[in-house]
């Protein structure tokens, strides 16, 4: 057939539309139309090349159908994190609690007193909101909240240090997923960064040997995701505050993840929560909120009134501002650490955290009993989660996963299966086998992981 004979097989516009148009749902019709006219100009392309050498319309029209389906939903979309892995930055850092939710709902999507004085009818702040509860919860003298953790140590270097020298140890030069880097945000911030000691051990005498004129700040950054074991020496922070403060600097503390309960009691000792930097003397303590706080994407900011009144007078302040979603989330979330105890049941991050290994055991037996009604090979097998997030890098979490065996399918075509799924499931593959790992897993799941199996059961047994 000659090139001209091969277009000739394509199907018209008008006619397509027709068929796909019955079947298409509640699109708009410039959407199918565009994607119609996609689909037929790389259709277009294999007949001109030859790799096809005429139109075959029911592939023609599986492709449109294909694309359809893809647009029909949203992009970013619910996703069921069987990893094992807490806080998943591919997967949203922290999930967020039922009372967030609700306040989403209740609050965040309506009108909202978020710069309006109710009682007095004039124009308020939306940093108001959370202050007071941040000064409760972390006993500083004040607070300010910004759009992420990068974007804080941005505002206090910009706010404090501009122009001048800030003083770190070596061994806290970290970069952290995202290519957050503490010698780039320095850089951008405009001001210098001196290096000190070494990277396994640095003393107090180095700081105060590198103290000069210049000298704006003395910086500590929490290393959050890796750890120096070994010959090591740190200085810690009550004495790096005692240091700065001899000599009129302020002290700030990049703590990266801001734990607010004290974890020892449910076995992770040694990580200092944020009201234990502030009572050692950090002036300027900065953290997440979609960490070990368990709360939306957010930078926090806690440390004497002075400082942070620079801050708010910062006209980068505006440009990192934290929006009325975010505000309403971390609101709610901060609320819930009014009472520790229920904050570690409350919180799904706490929770997950804190959860008695036997009852991920549990909830795994459950689940393995549930998919073995739907004729799957699965078995209850140890396993080992840990936080993420660059958080608690030496952590392991004892934990329990149901591991799929099909006699059908390569633990791969399986993972592929299950994150398609329409409610996506994220497994592992460990020791060549396909887990899922129930730590991270909240029982309310169990039914779409149970129907996704069922499915592509019933599929294999179609294709075969
Ligand atoms: C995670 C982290 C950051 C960046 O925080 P984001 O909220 O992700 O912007 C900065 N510093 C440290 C030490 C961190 O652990």
Redo the contacts with the bound molecule.
């Keep these: 057939m000659t090139k001209q004979q091969r277009l000739r097989t394509l199907p018209k516009m008008d006619d397509l539309l027709q068929v796909i148009e019955n079947q298409a749902g509640d699109l708009p019709r410039s959407l199918i139309k565009s994607v119609i006219q996609d689909e037929l100009a790389c259709y277009r392309q294999r007949l001109l090349t030859g790799a096809a050498d005429r139109c075959d319309q029911e592939e023609l029209l599986a492709g449109i159908r294909l694309e359809l389906g893809r647009q029909s939903q949203p992009h970013l979309r619910g996703v069921i994190n069987a990893t094992g892995v807490i806080l998943h930055t591919n997967l949203g850092r922290a999930r967020l609690s039922d009372e967030c939710q609700a306040m989403l709902v209740g609050v965040g999507c309506k009108y909202s007193n978020l710069e309006y004085d109710l009682a007095d009818g004039s124009r308020g702040s939306r940093y108001q909101h959370v202050e007071d509860l941040l000064i409760r919860l972390t006993g500083a003298e004040a607070a300010l909240v910004v759009?992420?953790?990068?974007?804080?140590?941005y505002l206090v270097l910009d706010s404090i240090t501009k122009g001048r020298e800030v003083v770190v140890s070596r061994g806290e030069l970290?970069e952290?997923g995202?290519s957050?880097r503490?010698p780039n945000i320095m850089a951008a911030s405009g001001c210098k960064l001196v290096e000190v000691g070494t990277t396994n051990k640095t003393h107090p005498a180095d700081y105060e040997a590198a103290i000069s004129e210049q000298t704006g700040a003395l910086l500590k950054?929490?290393?959050?995701?890796y750890k120096i074991i070994g010959f090591t020496a740190e200085v810690e922070m009550r004495e790096l505050a005692q240091i700065a403060r001899k000599h009129q600097l302020p002290s700030i503390y990049?703590?990266?993840?801001g734990l607010m309960v004290d974890l020892t009691s449910y076995g992770i000792p040694g990580e200092t929560t944020v009201a234990q930097c502030v009572s050692q003397g950090a002036d300027l303590v900065?953290?997440?909120?979609?960490?070990l706080l368990g709360g939306p994407?957010?930078?926090i900011i806690v440390g004497k009134s002075a400082y942070i009144t620079a801050m708010k007078k910062n006209h980068l302040l505006r440009a990192l501002r934290i929006d009325k979603l975010t505000l309403t989330a971390l609101e709610a979330t901060l609320r819930q650490y009014l009472d520790p105890a229920k904050a570690v049941q409350s919180i799904p991050t706490l929770r997950m955290i804190a959860e008695p290994a036997a009852a991920v055991r549990e909830k795994a037996e459950r689940l393995a009993d549930l998919l073995a009604r739907t004729g799957c090979n699965c078995s209850v097998v140890k396993s080992a989660a840990c936080v993420g997030?660059?958080?608690l890098p030496a952590v392991e979490l004892e934990s329990y996963a149901v591991a799929i065996h099909l006699e059908e399918l390569s633990p791969n075509r399986l993972e592929s299966k299950l994150r398609e799924h329409c409610v996506p499931i994220i497994a592992r593959i460990t020791d060549d086998c396909l887990q899922l790992d129930l730590r991270t897993v909240e029982p309310e799941e169990f039914a779409d992981i149970v129907l996704c199996v069922k499915q592509i059961i019933s599929d294999l047994r179609i294709e075969l």
């Design positions: 759009n992420n953790n990068a974007a804080a140590v970290v952290i995202g957050f503490v950054v929490h290393t959050s995701n990049d703590l990266g993840s900065c953290f997440s909120g979609d960490k994407q957010a930078g997030g660059g958080s």
